[in-house]
């Protein structure tokens, strides 16, 4: 798998995390600011959030309009996850 691929939302991206196991553990990088700007993926870290949930459950859907929006990178450190990805965008072919 490719390190960074866009998926069919348009303005949505996977990354691929890079990770080194050894008999010592587990060493991985969330994201290198370099890695996203060749995509034009470039943008500011204001504030990060850690979330731990039992199987199961489900977060909820969090929708922003301007001047709120904001970016957001989605991590599974252990266990499985999956990401729903909607778009309400008037004008979107996806």
């Not at 691929?16 to 050894?22: E, I, N, W």
């Not at 990088?29 to 600011?33: R, S």
């Given at each position: 798998m490719k390190p960074i691929r866009e998926l069919e939302i348009?303005?949505?991206w996977e990354l691929?995390?890079?990770?080194?196991?050894?008999e010592r553990g587990v060493f991985a990088?969330?994201?290198?600011?370099s890695d996203l700007q060749k995509h034009e993926l470039g943008?500011?870290?204001?504030?990060?959030?850690?979330s731990m949930s039992g199987k199961g459950n489900i977060r909820?859907?969090?929708f922003q309009i301007p001047p709120h929006h904001h970016h957001k990178l989605v991590s599974c450190q252990?266990?499985?996850i999956l990401e729903v990805l909607l778009d309400l965008r008037?004008?979107?072919t996806s």
């Open positions: 348009s303005g949505c691929q995390q890079f990770r080194y196991a050894d990088k969330a994201y290198h600011t943008f500011e870290v204001r504030e990060v959030f850690w909820g859907m969090h252990q266990g499985n008037k004008h979107s």
